[in-house]
């Protein structure tokens, strides 16, 4: 597609499509906010886990030796599924930003469209 072309997925000319350029700047948007939101998840995720953490041994601090370590232990063990779901998401928005959706697509071809009203005759 290259930066032309991917530029063309979110400015419409406004005069000719008015509803097209509204929707340009709602794509826009939205493109943005998912790396956004990966990058509060995982902020979110360890700032939460250190504070556990920090709570648990003032707390338990007479048996913060015995009990702290299996903590750390859990918050490993959240830190290696956070790492997982950060990953399928990078892959989930990684392959809707590369996958097209125009006109060409299999989806908007009438041939379905077609087969679906003969079985439901």
Do not use: C
């Amino acid at each position: 597609l290259g930066v032309m072309g991917n530029a063309k997925r979110y400015w419409r000319n406004p005069v000719k499509d008015p509803n097209g350029s509204f929707e340009g700047i709602l794509e826009l948007i939205g493109e943005l906010s998912r790396g956004i939101a990966l990058a509060l998840r995982l902020f979110g995720n360890a700032f939460a886990g250190e504070v556990l953490l920090l709570i648990i041994a003032v707390l338990t601090s007479y048996f913060a030796s015995v009990v702290l370590p299996f903590f750390m232990a859990f918050e490993l063990f959240i830190g290696f599924i956070q790492a997982y779901v950060f990953f399928v998401l990078t892959l989930i928005f990684t392959s809707l930003a590369v996958t097209s959706h125009g006109d060409n697509s299999p989806e908007h071809s009438p041939a379905p469209k077609a087969k679906m009203a003969k079985q439901l005759e």
